[in-house]
């Protein structure tokens, strides 16, 4: 298992950027991908953007262009640019890490979750 400690969220008027910031540590050898989920009020928690271990990215359609995600692995940290931020963006923003042994079939060891970290846009 890792830990995770997450960092960046606050208030932000429309058309603002943010960027979060998301530490692993412990057992960050099997780490296979770190990424970001979001969950607004009343709402599930959906996918926001991930990157593997080997450098793939993938991102929700709906925020493809204004969210940028990055990752360095020497720190193992994920970090997600925001730009342009929408009142719609307003949510609490975890970070997830997985990790996975690559066996064949590959064999997930854990899914870990932050605290998250809440982000507001508004005027």
């Known amino acids: 298992q890792v830990q995770l400690v997450e960092s960046g969220g606050g208030l932000v008027q429309p058309g603002g950027s943010l960027r979060l910031s998301c530490a692993a540590s412990?057992?960050?050898?099997?780490?296979?991908?770190m990424g970001w989920y979001r969950q607004a009020p009343g709402k599930q928690r959906e996918l926001v953007a991930t990157i593997t271990s080997g450098g793939s990215i993938t991102y929700a359609d709906s925020l493809k262009g204004r969210f940028t995600i990055s990752r360095d692995s020497a720190k193992n940290t994920v970090y997600l640019q925001m730009n342009s931020l929408k009142p719609e963006d307003t949510a609490v923003y975890y970070c997830h890490v997985r990790g996975q042994r690559a066996t064949i079939p590959p064999k997930i060891i854990y899914d870990s979750w932050g605290q998250g970290t809440q982000v507001t846009v508004s005027s």
């Open positions: 412990g057992s960050t050898f099997d780490i296979s991908a």
